[in-house]
Each structure stands twice: as structure tokens, then as C-alpha cells.
């Protein structure tokens, strides 16, 4: 009876040493694993089930992207201006194997690789230079860190300088001259607008003025042809009063009464001297020898 009650402790020792040796590694995580002192294998997701005494997790390791913001780091560029610039690096651990054999702490190398990197690269630089050409010296920083860190098993993804902070004096200076330069620009345009300004009233003028010169000149051609037309027409009755006069075909006392009646509305006039034809006095001394014809005719009635 007392074997039995031994037996069953002892299984019960040995199963609960099994449980606590089974492990279960979720996903984008990795334990590197030790056996009696020696690397033996790294442990993705999924159960694993450790021997006992013999193994050990030496380290475990996140396999997702992560993020390091390291402090302002004072730099000299090549113009002797100095000034503090921070970093942000995006890295991944790619080798669990060489993360944790690598170098003693990662993150404490990745930080001063940075700043070292960081102070050669402004430090052939201007400040003007730097202060425009963010993305470059990004990637230049990321191409440098990323071969020097694939010995930790490390793959820097991005690199961005956070905030790049030159001395105040530095800092008035650039404000007035783009205090400056926005004034400058502000004057530009305006007086870009003022010239357009002048331009369109001229335009406006000149078309004013062409459009009036238009309206006259048409005005007077209408006038033109009106006159035109007009004259037009008393040729055309005048003509058609002879074609008429000639298709009729006048005695020569018709044409006699004619001139008499020409001579009278001439006669109407304010002239003081008039000069008859002898045709018409010929005529007029027969008017009146009819006239005188007729009264005896009414006397002797």
C-alpha cells in the first residue's frame, strides 16, 4: 500500500514536471534555446516541450516591427553650426540566433551607431544642406545601420530624423528671412496684380474705342447708302418723267407752257435781274394777243 502511494506521487512529480515544460509560443514571437550552456534551436509559433534541467529559454524575442526613439543628439555641421537632432529608427529582428549572440544589448549599439553615423554624415554637411535634405540623409543613415546591424540579425527598415533643432540665434535669423521672403513674394504679387490690373482697363479702352469706331463707321456707310439711294431714286423718277414725256410725244406749245411755267417759279425768286429767252417772249406777246382775242369775244357777247 505505502509502494503504491509512492508510485502515484511520483508520477504525479513527473507529470507536473512535463506540464511545466511544455510551452506555447504565440505568433510573431521566438525563444532561443539553450542546452547544458550551448545554443540548440529556436522555437517558432507553436507547442514546444522542454527538456527538463537540460534546456533552458535563454531569451525570447519579438519578431514584429518595433520602434526606438532616441534623445537629441548634438551635431557639427560642416559651416561650425551646432545643433541637436533626434532619430527614430523602425528595425525587425529577422535572426533570433544572432539577436541574441550578436552583441550584448541591441538597442544600446543601434544608438550609438545612429548618433556616430549621424555626426559623420551632418558633419559634411551645411546647415542649409541639412536642413533641406531630410529624406537623404535618412537614407543614407539606413543604408548604413541596416549593414552594420544583419551581423545582430537585425533589418532596419526606416530612418527619420524626428526634429532637427539649430541654436536660437540660428532659429531668429531663418524667421526673418522668411519673414522676408513672404514680404518679398507679397510685393511680387501685388504688383503682379496691379499690372494686370492697368493691362485690363487698356484692353477695355482700346476695345471701347474700336467698338465706337465701328458703330460710326457703320453709322456713316448707312448714311452713305441712304443718300445714295435717295439720289438713287430722283434719278429714276426724273428719268421715268422723260421716258413718260417722250412716249407722249409734246406739241411745241406744250413744251412752250413748260418753259412759261419754269419762267414763273424762277420768277418767284429774289433775284432782281432776269434774263428772258426770246423763245419765251415770243410766246408771251402770243399769250397775250390770245387774251386780248378772248375779252373782245366776251364784250361783242
Known amino acids: 500500500m505505502t509502494g503504491l502511494i509512492i508510485l502515484a506521487i511520483v ?4 507529470l507536473l514536471i512535463i506540464i511545466c515544460n511544455i510551452k506555447v509560443v504565440s505568433q510573431s514571437n521566438a525563444f532561443v534555446i539553450e542546452r547544458l550552456g550551448a545554443y540548440s534551436n529556436t522555437w517558432r509559433q507553436g507547442l514546444h516541450v522542454k527538456i527538463p534541467i537540460l534546456d533552458r529559454i535563454a531569451q525570447k524575442v519579438s519578431l514584429k516591427e518595433q520602434v526606438v526613439d532616441f534623445p537629441p543628439q548634438p551635431v557639427i555641421t560642416k559651416d561650425n553650426v551646432t545643433m ?4 527614430v529608427v523602425y528595425f525587425q529582428i529577422t535572426d533570433p540566433k544572432l539577436y541574441a549572440y550578436g552583441v550584448e544589448n541591441p538597442i544600446f549599439a543601434i544608438e550609438n551607431l545612429t548618433a556616430t553615423t549621424l555626426r559623420n554624415i551632418i558633419g559634411d554637411l551645411e ?3 541639412t536642413l533641406t535634405s531630410r529624406d537623404d540623409i535618412n537614407e543614407r543613415i539606413r543604408v548604413i545601420l541596416d549593414e552594420a546591424t544583419d551581423a545582430w540579425g537585425i533589418k532596419v527598415k526606416r530612418v527619420e530624423l524626428k526634429n532637427i533643432l539649430p541654436p536660437r540665434e540660428i532659429q531668429e535669423a531663418m524667421e526673418k528671412q522668411m519673414k522676408a521672403e513672404r514680404e518679398r513674394r507679397a510685393k511680387i504679387l501685388d504688383a503682379e496684380g496691379e499690372k494686370k490690373s492697368v493691362i485690363l482697363i487698356a484692353e477695355g479702352k ?3 474705342a474700336i467698338l465706337e469706331a465701328d458703330a460710326i463707321k457703320e453709322a456713316k456707310i448707312r448714311e452713305a447708302q441712304g443718300e445714295a439711294e435717295a439720289i438713287l431714286s430722283v434719278q429714276k423718277a426724273y428719268a421715268d418723267s422723260l421716258r413718260m414725256l417722250n ?3 409734246p406739241s411745241e406749245a406744250v413744251i412752250a407752257l413748260k418753259g412759261l411755267e419754269a419762267f414763273e417759279k424762277a420768277a418767284d425768286g429774289k433775284s432782281t435781274k432776269i434774263i428772258i429767252p426770246s423763245e419765251i417772249q415770243s410766246l408771251a406777246g402770243l399769250a397775250a394777243s390770245f387774251k ?3 375779252k ?3 364784250m361783242a357777247k
Open 292 to 294: 386780248e382775242i378772248i
Open 296 to 298: 373782245t369775244d366776251d
Open 84 to 87: 541637436q537632432i533626434d532619430t
Open 11 to 14: 508520477l504525479v512529480i513527473i
Open 206 to 208: 482700346k476695345e471701347s
Open 247 to 249: 412716249e407722249a410725244s
Open 127 to 129: 546647415l542649409d544642406h
